[in-house]
């Protein structure tokens, strides 16, 4: 388990040039409805399955996906939730994600960018932290936190997964955005459950339930 600082934990990771502008992603998604190749490649597929598999609890009653892009984790998490709110900046993303969840009845879709809330979040029990985090500039990291820290109920469990290298046009890599989650939530009286080293991506579960 980490026992790093918050502070020392801002400069891990810091490898190559950092970014000054995230992606577009309203016109990557116009451009090209699935940019991750999230519904067809073998590693989003294996890592989805070990996503689930690392839940916890068989059921939630609100899962919050903040960044949902084209839907695949959306979809699966409403087999284990009473009602998943799926949220993404991207229009498009959102849009995506609707068409994905068609025939799902507990999919709540809306367009909300970080670190904004939609309106009518309520208390997630589950929240998920997919391969968007270090596409967020420092303060943009930072209230996110404060605002999981917020808005999570008082039983929740925060579940984040990113590609463990640097993205080019990200500000920090995957391994330096699961440990700066894990020990901001931490210093807030979060505890670290679940640590999966994989070859590609590294996967965190943090709770702030008293566990007997
Ligand atoms: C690499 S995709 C990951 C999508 C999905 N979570 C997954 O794991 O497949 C990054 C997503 O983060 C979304 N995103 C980036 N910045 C955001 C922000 N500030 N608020 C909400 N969504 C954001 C993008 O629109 C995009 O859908």
Same mark, same amino acid.
């Given at each position: 388990m980490l026992e790093h600082h918050t502070e020392q934990l801002l400069? @891990? $990771? +810091? @490898?190559g040039p950092a970014v000054s502008q995230p992606p577009d992603f309203e016109t990557l998604y116009r451009a090209n409805h699935d940019p991750w190749r999230v519904g067809t490649s073998p590693y989003e597929q294996r890592k989805l399955e070990i996503v689930l598999a690392c839940l916890?609890?068989?059921?939630?009653r609100l899962a919050w996906d903040?960044?949902?892009?084209?839907g695949h984790l959306a979809v699966r998490l409403a087999e284990r939730c009473d009602r998943v709110l799926a949220s993404d900046g991207s229009e498009t993303a959102v849009a995506l994600t609707a068409t994905e969840c +068609?025939? @799902?009845?507990?999919v709540t879709c809306r367009v909300s960018r970080l670190p904004a809330v939609p309106a009518d979040l309520g208390a997630p029990d589950l929240i998920l932290l997919s391969e *968007? *985090?270090?596409?967020?500039?420092d303060v943009a990291r930072a209230k996110t936190i404060a605002l999981i820290d917020r808005v999570a109920g008082a039983d929740c469990e925060v579940l984040a997964v990113h590609w463990r290298h640097v993205p080019? $046009?990200?500000?920090?890599?995957g391994s330096g955005a699961q440990q700066e989650i894990v020990t901001r939530l931490a210093s807030l009286g979060w505890t670290h459950r679940v640590h999966h080293d994989d070859d590609e991506f590294v996967l965190d579960v943090v709770d702030r339930r008293t566990r007997s």
């Open positions: 400069l @891990v $990771d +810091r @490898v916890s609890r068989p059921c939630y903040p960044a949902c892009g084209t +068609r025939g @799902v009845g507990n *968007f *985090f270090y596409y967020l500039a080019a $046009d990200a500000w920090l890599g």
